[in-house]
């Protein structure tokens, strides 16, 4: 168990007050709903190049695998939200968010083993999208787990008092967006 | 007003005695090492590129690593990365000083200041590269531009650097950042961090986009063509990703704007009293959120389609997609950087006629309904590329979109009708701003028109148009919103014979400048040509003449505001009684920007008798001037409302 520090005067300072939460937790969802555009954006080429056709080598089973440990991590990530906010438990919080983050990276690792199996061929209007559909899905993947290690170092480090849960919210709604994006992009790529 | 009373626990912090390199140096070097490091591990890992070190890959990737060096290095290690991570930080913000404008603050007002001296240093570089345009068009031959790559280069990056870092970031970083929670009666930004950070990106992405020769020609102009950017070398990779970094920043504007007027209106400061010009930016902050995330989503799919390359928008591929999804981005683009004017047009008429505004509710209406209009009516940029069938409804809504434009205008002439109107500089420049874009607008009617427009499409007629639209509604009434607030931002003021010898200088070079530019097209001056039939020369000669005068006459206007604002006489607290709340506290404004804080009682655009003063600070606010509030850099006026549980 790693000796978690108490907070330090100076750190105090930038405690957020509660109309303050509601603002900054406003424009996080802003912004997550500003980034459903790019998806909307891919998901309309895919459609306009390619229609509904999918590749018979793109392989069903690990789209599906990914897609549920996805679906987990999500799962698990919101936990970390609830136990921040009904019990104010920094623990609880701190196992929730790794254990989203490592569900997280399994799925990503499956999906990295897929492209370097290299099933779908990039020469083809299918393999073009599907590249570049779970390519913007790594790049916020990598947002995303870069947020997640960030409020687990903070949790590690810093006494959450219940208003300074914010950073560990703020990663968790950024990470079930990546989450969902990812899959959202399975049902365009594999399904529709 | 009360004053506040500072205890020692709210003491200004000391900065640490031991010096730290300048920001904006580790900043560059920082950056320097990013490159070298990223671009170095992409040729070790990718060396089948032919090149020895820099590649179409590599210098990609090292541009994304050397703006986290740089934005590392100007003050987000610091500020955000170690605080975020639960480390203590010996970062303390200045908050007096030139040097506060070369690091990452959180002021917005220091903010809304770097953001307008970026774009002025974008307006002055793409400024100087249009005079060498207009030197080059001179003659009908070529003579300083050797190829017509490099002219057309230099079109691309005067159109990229105006419209994306000044035209975008002038009125909506600049003027916004300052003034937008000045006229809410704020005390801060929501996000004021973050757009501390955001701002830093932008003399990033003017600095790409103005070094992209370095890779090579581009030739696509500001909209980045495909698939004729398909043809060119690697230089197009500098513009996509300039651009990138230039539009990010305005997203992150965007975002701590519409949350600060969300969450951080002054008590009173209802939706029905929101300032005219808070209207504005708030309509294009929800246009800028919805279409530059499309913008870049297209050039990254450009991007990859160099570097990779794929087939997106290449004649294997769809060459119409890259035209749909840019002009689905780019017209409102336009209007994100028209809308703003429109707003001031009516924040500064009924404060020099001291007469209510009128129309005020049709006056929000139209600029929201541009707003929504103006993602109806991309393809009008295409009627050459489509089917007659569905140029119609784009034609209908194109039209249809002069209506909303057409109430900013009736609102400003119903203010102006009857009153006894000064006639100041402010003024002045928005009187000319009118002018300009209600010729612009008209010749968008003709363009609208598709018979019209298979004539005039590729003519000067449509440059003329839309340096009309775009000069002539942002840029005038940027100047003057700048004469209107100088004032509140220096403290100082200038000399109205001074100003409005400028302004008229300014409106006759440009407009016979651009005027001609209409006769120019329809003679036949084709854009994109650096070399033309020499029947134009005598035409394009004395646009010239006046293009390097209205280029002379923007600089004199600057250096005689930049000359003001050290040098003026100091400005009365509100020499224009206005009613907005920015005029109620000092000038320039303090830290926290108001000492208490205020509360909305009125109307902000109603005067004559027996109207009351809008803007007034609460007994409570009073009282709490003297205890820990009135200072405190998280005070919320939400959490000290008498009756809450914990008061």
Redesign the interface.
């Known amino acids: 168990m790693v000796n978690k520090?108490e907070a330090?005067a100076?750190?105090m300072?930038?405690?957020?007050?509660?109309?303050?939460y509601?603002?900054?937790r406003?424009?996080m969802l802003?912004?997550i709903?500003?980034?459903i555009?790019?998806f909307?954006?891919?998901f309309s080429?895919k459609y306009?190049?390619d229609g509904s056709y999918v590749s018979p080598q793109a392989n069903q089973g690990f789209g599906v695998a990914v897609s549920v440990l996805m679906a987990i991590s999500a799962i698990v990530a919101w936990q970390a939200v609830r136990a921040g906010r009904l019990y104010q438990d920094r623990d609880m919080v701190g196992r929730r968010l790794k254990t989203a983050t490592a569900i997280g990276l399994l799925a990503i690792m499956g999906e990295i083993y897929q492209w370097g199996m290299r099933y779908v061929t990039?020469q083809s209007r299918f393999g073009?999208m599907y590249y570049?559909i779970f390519?913007?899905d790594y790049v916020y993947a990598a947002v995303g787990l870069i947020m997640m290690a960030?409020a687990i170092?903070?949790n590690?480090?810093?006494n959450m008092a219940p208003e300074r849960f914010w950073?560990s919210d703020a990663s968790v709604y950024f990470w079930v967006y990546v989450c969902l994006a990812w899959i959202a992009s399975w049902f365009f790529v594999y399904i529709i | 007003m009360a004053q506040a009373a500072v205890t020692p626990e709210q003491a200004p912090k000391k900065r640490p005695k031991k010096a730290m390199m300048p920001p904006v140096l580790r900043g560059a070097l920082w950056a320097a090492i990013g490159f070298l490091l990223v671009n170095t591990f992409v040729i070790a890992v990718d060396p089948f590129r032919g090149h020895p070190f820099v590649t179409g890959p590599s210098v990609t990737l090292g541009w994304v690593g050397a703006v986290i060096g740089w934005l590392l290095g100007i003050g987000v290690y610091d500020t955000v990365l170690l605080?975020?991570?639960?480390?203590?930080t010996k970062w303390v913000e200045r908050t007096r000083g030139w040097r506060r404008y070369w690091e990452v603050a959180t002021d917005h007002k220091v903010i809304g200041l770097q953001y307008m001296m970026f774009a002025l240093g974008g307006f002055l570089i793409a400024g100087g590269i249009a005079m060498l345009m207009r030197y080059e068009l001179m003659t009908p031959y070529m003579t300083i531009f050797h190829y017509p790559s490099n002219y057309l280069t230099a079109v691309g990056i005067h159109g990229t650097i105006m419209m994306f870092s000044f035209a975008t970031v002038f009125m909506v970083g600049g003027l916004g950042n300052y003034f937008v929670p000045l006229m809410i009666g704020a005390r801060e930004t929501?996000?004021s961090k973050l757009s501390g950070i955001g701002v830093w990106l932008v003399p990033a992405g003017i600095l790409t986009v103005l070094f992209s020769p370095l890779l090579g020609a581009w030739t696509t102009g500001w909209r980045g063509y495909q698939p004729l950017a398909g043809q060119d070398p690697n230089g197009i990779l500098f513009y996509y990703l300039g651009v990138a970094a230039l539009t990010t920043s305005s997203?992150i504007v965007a975002?701590?704007l519409?949350?600060t007027v969300?969450?951080?209106r002054a008590p009173g400061m209802t939706w029905g009293r929101l300032p005219l010009f808070v209207w504005g930016q708030v309509t294009v902050n929800l246009l800028m959120?919805?279409?530059?995330?499309?913008i870049?989503?297209?050039f990254?799919?450009g991007l990859?389609d160099h570097i990779?390359p794929?087939?997106?928008f290449t004649a294997t591929?769809?060459p119409m997609?890259y035209l749909m999804?840019f002009w689905l981005f780019g017209h409102p683009e336009v209007y994100i950087i028209a809308v703003p004017a429109f707003a001031l047009w009516n924040e500064i008429i009924p404060v020099m006629a001291q007469k209510s505004l009128f129309g005020r509710q049709w006056a929000v209406i139209g600029l929201v309904f541009v707003m929504m209009l103006s993602g109806l009516v991309w393809a009008h940029h295409m009627f050459t590329n489509i089917r007659n069938s569905e140029i119609l409804p784009f034609s209908f809504f194109t039209e249809m979109i002069s209506i909303p434009t057409g109430f900013a205008y009736m609102a400003a002439v119903g203010t102006m009708w009857k009153s006894k109107i000064r006639l100041t500089t402010p003024m002045l420049w928005i009187l000319m701003s009118m002018f300009n874009f209600l010729i612009g607008g008209m010749t968008g009617v003709f363009l609208a028109d598709p018979i019209v427009n298979l004539q005039l499409h590729d003519t000067f007629w449509v440059v003329g148009h839309f340096h009309y639209t775009i000069i002539g509604s942002m840029v005038f009434s940027s100047f003057g919103a700048i004469y209107y607030w100088l004032p509140k931002l220096s403290g100082r003021t200038f000399q109205e014979t001074w100003g409005k010898t400028l302004a008229i200088i300014t409106f006759f070079a440009f407009n016979l400048t651009f005027g001609q530019f209409f006769l120019l097209g329809l003679h036949g001056m084709n854009r994109w040509v650096p070399a033309y039939p020499s029947y134009l020369q005598p035409m394009n000669f004395e646009v010239s003449i006046f293009a390097f005068i209205l280029g002379a006459s923007f600089l004199a206007n600057i250096i005689y505001i930049g000359y003001c604002w050290v040098n003026g006489e100091k400005a009365a607290d509100n020499p224009w009684s206005a009613k907005t709340p920015e005029w109620f506290t000092s000038s320039p404004a303090p830290r926290w920007n108001f000492p208490v804080q205020p509360e909305i009682v009125g109307s902000l655009y109603l005067y004559g008798e027996g109207t009351k003063v809008p803007v007034v600070t609460t007994a409570y606010d009073e009282l709490a001037a003297t205890s820990r509030q009135s200072q405190d850099p998280?005070y919320?006026w939400?959490?000290y409302m008498p009756g809450r549980p914990e008061n």
């Open positions: 520090p330090t100076e750190r300072s930038e405690q957020l007050t509660p109309h303050n509601r603002a900054v406003f424009a802003v912004f709903i500003t980034q555009v790019p909307f954006t891919l080429a306009l190049y990039p073009e570049m390519g913007a960030i170092i903070r590690i480090r810093q950073t | 605080p975020l991570m639960g480390f203590d929501v996000l997203l975002l701590n519409v949350t969300m969450f951080r959120l919805i279409w530059f995330p499309e870049q989503t297209t990254v799919m990859l990779v794929m087939n997106f591929g769809s997609t999804l998280n919320d939400h959490d």
